[in-house]
């Protein structure tokens, strides 16, 4: 029993969102197997990998109010001050922006970075060029969302990417979110940017491994590095 507990507990749960797909493997599997064997332990497989995708572990945030987590998992692919998309409509000045790369063996719950309410959503059509680009946060279909919290407006793009073909985010205008609230998901490979207003500096350098909800990215002020956390 204590063997099943301990695997139970390492195992994450799989988000709703990938049932449809698991079951599709799955179905998939078995039919190929009726007309050779190996077909099915190979669908298996994908359907193993297809549960892992969707796979949606709990994290441990870290609250308070100057801290920046990040909003994927993924690699840190960019760094940099630039102006902000026209659609967040945050002015037309430079921006600290902190992109995360997510590849398709990473987790794609996506997260709050900060708590607030959303003033603004907007969803624009585009191109499905790797996300890992710098072009991609201008050509590529994204989905925006600004937070209005403590530290003023910021803004959470969600950005398609080669595989991605579908962005989900489920929550609402006015929804009110906490830091590491998870608000939507992208489906096979794909990148999230933040945009943060003056007074942000970042915690992170290009290249290094974030985790949603956890990885602090950006912090303002000056304030000591101790705060209570929240599980989710």
């Not at 910021?154 to 080669?162: N, S, W």
């Amino acid at each position: 029993m204590h063997i099943f507990a301990s695997i139970r507990n390492v195992m994450a749960p799989v988000h709703k969102a990938g049932y449809l797909f698991i079951a599709a493997f799955f179905a998939v599997a078995v039919v190929l197997g009726f007309f050779w064997e190996p077909l099915f332990w190979l669908g298996l497989i994908l359907t193993a990998w297809c549960a892992y995708f969707f796979r949606d572990p709990e994290r441990v945030t870290p609250v308070a109010d100057h801290l920046v987590v990040s909003p994927a998992d993924g690699r840190v692919s960019l760094v940099g001050h630039v102006v902000p998309p026209a659609e967040l409509d945050l002015g037309v000045e430079p921006m600290l922006r902190i992109s995360v790369f997510m590849t398709v063996l990473d987790c794609h719950v996506n997260r709050a970075p900060m708590r607030g309410r959303i003033t603004r959503i907007a969803y624009r059509e585009g191109e499905f060029r790797n996300a890992e680009l710098d072009k991609a946060s201008e050509v590529n279909e994204r989905n925006s969302l600004v937070i209005d919290g403590p530290q003023g407006e910021i803004g959470v793009v969600q950005i398609a990417g080669l595989l991605a073909r579908r962005i989900i985010c489920w929550s609402r205008t006015e929804d009110r979110l906490e830091a590491g609230e998870r608000f939507g998901l992208i489906r096979f490979g794909s990148r999230l940017d933040v945009y943060l207003p003056d007074g942000a500096r970042p915690r992170v350098a290009e290249g290094q491994t974030a985790i949603a909800g956890e990885t602090i990215i950006a912090e303002f002020g000056n304030q000591l590095p101790t705060w209570p956390s929240r599980r989710d």
